[in-house]
Protein backbone atom coordinates (compact mmCIF):
# COMPACT_ATOMS: atom_id res chain seq x y z
CA UNK A 1 0.00 0.00 0.00
CA UNK A 2 1.39 3.59 -0.63
CA UNK A 3 3.50 4.98 2.32
CA UNK A 4 2.79 8.48 3.95
CA UNK A 5 2.81 11.59 1.23
CA UNK A 6 3.98 14.99 1.69
CA UNK A 7 3.54 17.67 -0.60
CA UNK A 8 5.07 20.08 -1.94
CA UNK A 9 8.08 18.16 -1.74
CA UNK A 10 10.30 21.74 -2.08
CA UNK A 11 9.38 25.39 -1.81
CA UNK A 12 10.49 28.72 -0.96
CA UNK A 13 9.07 31.48 0.75
CA UNK A 14 10.01 34.70 1.68
CA UNK A 15 10.57 35.85 5.54
CA UNK A 16 7.17 37.45 6.76
CA UNK A 17 5.25 34.68 4.45
CA UNK A 18 3.23 32.11 5.53
CA UNK A 19 3.22 28.18 4.35
CA UNK A 20 0.69 25.16 4.59
CA UNK A 21 2.51 21.41 4.33
CA UNK A 22 0.44 18.54 3.89
CA UNK A 23 0.39 15.02 4.38
CA UNK A 24 -1.39 12.40 3.70
CA UNK A 25 -0.76 9.11 6.24
CA UNK A 26 -1.23 5.31 5.04
CA UNK A 27 -3.97 4.32 4.67
CA UNK A 28 -5.78 3.25 8.07
CA UNK A 29 -3.45 4.78 10.25
CA UNK A 30 -4.98 7.27 12.05
CA UNK A 31 -1.84 9.41 13.90
CA UNK A 32 -0.29 11.82 12.34
CA UNK A 33 3.05 13.49 13.74
CA UNK A 34 4.86 16.11 12.10
CA UNK A 35 9.13 16.38 12.82
CA UNK A 36 11.38 19.62 11.96
CA UNK A 37 14.52 18.78 11.31
CA UNK A 38 17.33 20.67 10.86
CA UNK A 39 21.40 20.35 10.57
CA UNK A 40 21.94 22.02 13.86
CA UNK A 41 18.76 21.28 16.14
CA UNK A 42 18.18 17.69 14.65
CA UNK A 43 14.90 15.90 14.69
CA UNK A 44 12.14 17.76 16.88
CA UNK A 45 8.85 16.91 17.33
CA UNK A 46 6.35 19.51 16.28
CA UNK A 47 2.73 17.96 17.11
CA UNK A 48 0.89 14.71 16.59
CA UNK A 49 -2.66 14.50 15.66
CA UNK A 50 -5.04 11.61 16.16
CA UNK A 51 -8.83 11.70 15.65
CA UNK A 52 -8.83 15.25 14.24
CA UNK A 53 -7.39 16.38 17.97
CA UNK A 54 -4.32 17.54 18.73
CA UNK A 55 -2.79 15.04 21.34
CA UNK A 56 0.65 16.35 21.96
CA UNK A 57 2.85 19.10 21.14
CA UNK A 58 6.36 19.99 21.05
CA UNK A 59 8.17 23.12 22.20
CA UNK A 60 7.64 25.26 19.14
CA UNK A 61 6.57 28.44 19.15
CA UNK A 62 2.33 29.48 18.19
CA UNK A 63 3.24 30.27 14.49
CA UNK A 64 3.64 26.38 14.10
CA UNK A 65 0.26 24.92 13.79
CA UNK A 66 -1.21 22.13 12.29
CA UNK A 67 -5.07 20.08 11.95
CA UNK A 68 -6.33 17.07 10.91
CA UNK A 69 -9.16 16.11 9.16
CA UNK A 70 -11.86 13.31 9.24
CA UNK A 71 -9.98 11.88 6.42
CA UNK A 72 -6.99 11.57 8.76
CA UNK A 73 -5.35 13.65 6.00
CA UNK A 74 -3.15 16.36 7.94
CA UNK A 75 -1.60 19.85 7.29
CA UNK A 76 0.85 22.15 9.14
CA UNK A 77 1.12 25.48 8.83
CA UNK A 78 3.93 28.17 9.76
CA UNK A 79 3.22 31.78 10.23
CA UNK A 80 5.09 34.85 9.85
CA UNK A 81 8.08 32.62 8.49
CA UNK A 82 11.26 33.00 9.65
CA UNK A 83 14.86 32.47 8.18
CA UNK A 84 15.33 29.91 10.90
CA UNK A 85 12.52 28.23 9.76
CA UNK A 86 13.93 26.31 7.09
CA UNK A 87 14.13 23.19 7.53
CA UNK A 88 13.13 19.22 6.27
CA UNK A 89 9.55 19.01 7.58
CA UNK A 90 8.98 15.34 8.25
CA UNK A 91 5.08 13.95 8.77
CA UNK A 92 5.26 10.48 10.21
CA UNK A 93 1.30 8.17 10.32
CA UNK A 94 0.95 5.29 12.77
CA UNK A 95 -1.94 3.66 13.44
CA UNK A 96 -2.63 4.59 16.75
CA UNK A 97 -1.02 7.13 19.23
CA UNK A 98 3.05 6.87 19.27
CA UNK A 99 4.65 4.45 21.37
CA UNK A 100 2.90 4.84 24.67
CA UNK A 101 1.08 1.63 22.96
CA UNK A 102 3.49 0.10 20.87
CA UNK A 103 3.12 1.77 17.28
CA UNK A 104 5.72 2.26 15.33
CA UNK A 105 5.66 5.72 13.13
CA UNK A 106 6.33 5.55 9.62
CA UNK A 107 7.79 8.54 7.73
CA UNK A 108 6.92 10.47 4.49
CA UNK A 109 9.89 11.98 2.36
CA UNK A 110 9.39 15.67 3.62
CA UNK A 111 9.10 19.11 2.66
CA UNK A 112 12.13 21.20 2.11
CA UNK A 113 11.13 24.40 2.98
CA UNK A 114 13.56 27.87 2.77
CA UNK A 115 13.36 31.05 3.66
CA UNK A 116 14.76 33.72 2.23
CA UNK B 1 13.35 13.28 31.37
CA UNK B 2 13.28 10.90 28.10
CA UNK B 3 16.68 11.52 25.85
CA UNK B 4 18.69 9.41 23.49
CA UNK B 5 22.37 10.12 23.07
CA UNK B 6 23.97 8.73 19.94
CA UNK B 7 28.02 9.15 20.90
CA UNK B 8 29.39 8.58 17.24
CA UNK B 9 29.05 11.77 15.32
CA UNK B 10 30.02 10.33 11.97
CA UNK B 11 31.53 6.69 11.42
CA UNK B 12 33.90 5.51 8.27
CA UNK B 13 33.91 1.89 7.93
CA UNK B 14 35.24 -0.45 4.87
CA UNK B 15 32.76 -2.22 2.54
CA UNK B 16 32.70 -6.00 4.10
CA UNK B 17 33.61 -4.54 7.37
CA UNK B 18 31.15 -5.12 10.64
CA UNK B 19 29.81 -2.27 12.26
CA UNK B 20 28.18 -1.53 15.38
CA UNK B 21 26.42 1.91 16.05
CA UNK B 22 26.18 2.86 19.75
CA UNK B 23 22.48 4.41 21.29
CA UNK B 24 21.83 5.00 24.93
CA UNK B 25 18.49 5.98 26.09
CA UNK B 26 17.66 7.83 29.43
CA UNK B 27 14.02 6.52 29.85
CA UNK B 28 12.20 5.56 33.38
CA UNK B 29 9.90 2.66 32.38
CA UNK B 30 10.70 -0.18 29.56
CA UNK B 31 11.35 1.98 26.49
CA UNK B 32 9.72 1.44 23.05
CA UNK B 33 13.22 1.42 20.85
CA UNK B 34 13.72 1.63 17.33
CA UNK B 35 16.68 2.42 14.93
CA UNK B 36 15.90 4.75 11.76
CA UNK B 37 18.11 4.96 8.56
CA UNK B 38 17.78 8.28 6.36
CA UNK B 39 19.43 8.41 2.95
CA UNK B 40 20.28 12.21 1.27
CA UNK B 41 17.12 14.28 0.87
CA UNK B 42 14.97 11.03 1.84
CA UNK B 43 12.71 10.59 5.16
CA UNK B 44 13.29 7.81 7.60
CA UNK B 45 12.93 4.34 6.86
CA UNK B 46 12.55 2.06 10.14
CA UNK B 47 15.16 -0.15 10.32
CA UNK B 48 13.55 -2.64 13.43
CA UNK B 49 12.07 -1.65 16.42
CA UNK B 50 12.40 -3.35 20.33
CA UNK B 51 8.99 -2.97 22.47
CA UNK B 52 9.69 -6.45 24.81
CA UNK B 53 10.80 -9.98 24.15
CA UNK B 54 13.95 -10.87 22.75
CA UNK B 55 16.34 -8.56 23.56
CA UNK B 56 18.04 -9.12 20.06
CA UNK B 57 15.82 -7.89 17.35
CA UNK B 58 16.27 -8.41 13.80
CA UNK B 59 15.63 -5.76 11.07
CA UNK B 60 16.24 -5.53 7.33
CA UNK B 61 19.18 -5.16 5.10
CA UNK B 62 20.58 -7.38 7.53
CA UNK B 63 20.70 -5.05 10.66
CA UNK B 64 20.32 -6.34 14.06
CA UNK B 65 20.49 -4.59 17.38
CA UNK B 66 20.50 -6.00 21.34
CA UNK B 67 18.58 -4.02 24.16
CA UNK B 68 20.98 -4.36 26.95
CA UNK B 69 18.82 -3.02 29.87
CA UNK B 70 21.35 -2.55 32.65
CA UNK B 71 23.63 -0.26 30.43
CA UNK B 72 20.28 1.74 28.96
CA UNK B 73 21.65 0.75 25.59
CA UNK B 74 20.25 -0.15 21.87
CA UNK B 75 23.20 -0.63 19.57
CA UNK B 76 22.75 -1.78 16.61
CA UNK B 77 25.03 -3.61 13.92
CA UNK B 78 25.97 -5.58 11.01
CA UNK B 79 28.37 -8.08 10.38
CA UNK B 80 29.28 -7.10 7.11
CA UNK B 81 28.50 -3.47 5.04
CA UNK B 82 28.03 -2.79 2.09
CA UNK B 83 28.42 0.50 0.30
CA UNK B 84 24.71 1.63 -0.10
CA UNK B 85 24.68 1.47 3.70
CA UNK B 86 26.06 4.71 3.73
CA UNK B 87 23.26 7.21 5.25
CA UNK B 88 22.74 8.75 8.45
CA UNK B 89 21.32 6.71 11.41
CA UNK B 90 18.95 7.43 14.14
CA UNK B 91 18.03 5.51 17.18
CA UNK B 92 14.75 6.72 19.08
CA UNK B 93 12.46 5.75 21.98
CA UNK B 94 9.26 5.99 22.16
CA UNK B 95 7.86 7.42 25.55
CA UNK B 96 4.36 9.37 24.48
CA UNK B 97 6.22 11.08 21.83
CA UNK B 98 9.36 9.79 19.65
CA UNK B 99 12.85 11.17 20.96
CA UNK B 100 15.33 11.01 18.29
CA UNK B 101 19.40 10.81 18.93
CA UNK B 102 21.11 13.65 16.83
CA UNK B 103 22.19 10.71 14.46
CA UNK B 104 25.50 8.99 13.33
CA UNK B 105 26.87 9.71 9.77
CA UNK B 106 28.15 6.46 8.08
CA UNK B 107 30.71 6.79 5.33
CA UNK B 108 31.69 3.46 3.81
CA UNK B 109 34.83 2.93 1.74
CA UNK B 110 34.94 0.58 -1.01
Known amino acids: KAGVTQTPRYLIKTRGQQVTLSCSPI?????VSWYQQTPGQGLQFLFEYFSETQRNKGNFPGRFSGRQFSNSRSEMNVSTLELGDSALYLC???????????????FGEGSWLTVV | AQSVTQPDIHITVSEGASLELRCNYS??????LFWYVQSPGQGLQLLLKYFSGDTLVQGIKGFEAEFKRSQSSFNLRKPSVHWSDAAEYFC????????FGTGTSLTVIP
Open chain 1, 92 to 106: ASSLGLVPSSGNTIY
Open chain 2, 27 to 32: YGATPY
Open chain 1, 27 to 31: SGHRS
Open chain 2, 92 to 99: AVGAGQFY
